[in-house]
């Protein structure tokens, strides 16, 4: 038996936490479901006991949300605190259940923010409310001086140039300090801060592969020599997020219509993952839906199989959601997540964009549920 826990540990009005109300019906209910079984009862007490000394550490009481997993094979509990809540959920199960962990995770995967005018740039990487400074640069650019007499328009016309070719240069150089941060990081996407027309030259000059991964542009003053961005960061990348998601979810409305580079359900979409064929993916919320992972070559159903149709090895149940989001994480695909009020935009819970729109080959298609739990 392993428990996991997921409680949100912040404070209300009164000093009061949410978790103790909120897990309070989680615990009445799994207590109904083992109210048959007095052994496996006494052992999810045990273990419950675990997770409420785990939130009640001080580790907890500094946390605003908790991860907290339970197995009788271990002495203490495995407490994972977070800087974000939790919806309150307790799970019993024969292994841990991570899909709230795995969602907080794509959330809060960083965005390489830029900061640029015509000579001074910084780079950030930041996730919502955060932003650590990554990177800087300072180009001695001339100001836009005039110059006067009878030679006006020829100097005029030196100066400006001179100046054009200071701030190209400078603006090659970031761009290079770009492509050097994004190699080295992992990021959802690029977010550029600054004045429009300065952005505009500038996105110009990136690589086309890094200048596809701009998600969102944002005017930003450089206010004096120590520009400020942290205070801004949650609202610049909770917008970039909204757009993503929004244009993304446009994109696969567009694909369903024409049948073109899409997959969508469960099933489909495994199999494009198996293929390496995906580029973004749009998962709802779970529903507790029971897949089947092969013992033998873990390969994923979304339906009951008894019995493996490519190794004949056994099959066990496990939760659907969880196994095709570390197929995901294994294949480095971007997962982005709407809410249950959206789901209905997403055709079977779970769709992904495709790079190509090749045939899906793969056996499973023509395996049916009803011969699948078989065996056949």
């Given at each position: ?330 294949h480095n695909v971007a997962v982005h997540f709407v809410s249950a009020e959206k789901r209905g935009v ?31």
């Amino acid at each position: 038996m392993v428990v996991s826990c997921y409680a949100d540990t912040s404070v209300a009005e009164g000093f009061e936490t949410h978790w103790r109300v909120h897990l309070k019906a989680e615990t009445t209910r799994i207590r109904e479901l083992l109210a048959g079984e007095p052994e496996s009862l006494v052992e999810f007490e045990r273990q419950l006991e675990t997770i409420r000394q785990s939130i009640e550490s001080s580790e907890g009481r500094h946390a605003q949300g908790m991860a907290v997993f339970a197995t009788s094979s271990w002495d203490e509990a495995l407490a994972l605190p977070s800087d974000e809540p939790y919806e309150a959920q307790l799970v019993v199960d024969e292994e841990p259940y991570l899909v709230p962990l795995l969602v907080a995770n794509y959330r809060r995967r960083a965005y390489l923010v830029v900061l640029t005018d015509t000579h001074r740039g910084r780079l950030y990487a930041s996730i919502p409310g955060k932003a650590e400074l990554l990177d800087e640069l300072d180009e001695a650019v001339p100001g836009k001086n005039r110059s006067s007499g009878q030679r006006w328009g020829k100097q005029q016309a030196t100066i400006d140039r001179h100046r054009k070719d200071h701030i190209l240069h400078y603006q090659k150089e970031l761009s290079q300090h770009v492509e050097r941060a994004w190699a080295t990081g992992s990021y959802q996407g690029i977010i550029l801060l600054g004045e429009h027309e300065v952005l505009e030259n500038f996105r110009g000059l990136l690589p086309k592969r890094l200048g596809d991964r701009v998600v969102h542009e944002a005017p930003h003053a450089w206010a004096g020599n120590q520009p400020e961005i942290r205070d801004q960061v949650r609202e610049v990348v909770d917008a970039a997020i909204t757009g993503q998601q929004d244009r993304l979810l446009e994109e696969i409305g567009r694909r369903l219509q024409a049948g073109f580079a899409v997959a969508s359900g469960p099933q489909e979409v495994i199999v494009a993952l198996s293929n390496g064929q995906v580029l973004d993916m749009v998962v709802g919320p779970d529903l507790g839906e029971v897949g089947s992972l092969c013992s033998g070559c873990r390969s994923l159903f979304a339906f009951e199989v008894a019995t493996c149709p490519y190794c004949k090895a056994p099959c066990d149940k496990s939760n659907l959601w969880q196994e095709i989001l570390e197929q995901a994480v294994r294949h480095n695909v971007a997962v982005h997540f709407v809410s249950a009020e959206k789901r209905g935009v997403v055709p079977g819970g779970v769709t992904a964009l495709l790079a190509h729109d090749d045939p899906q080959w793969a056996p499973t298609a023509s395996i049916a549920p009803e011969t699948a739990e078989r065996g056949d």
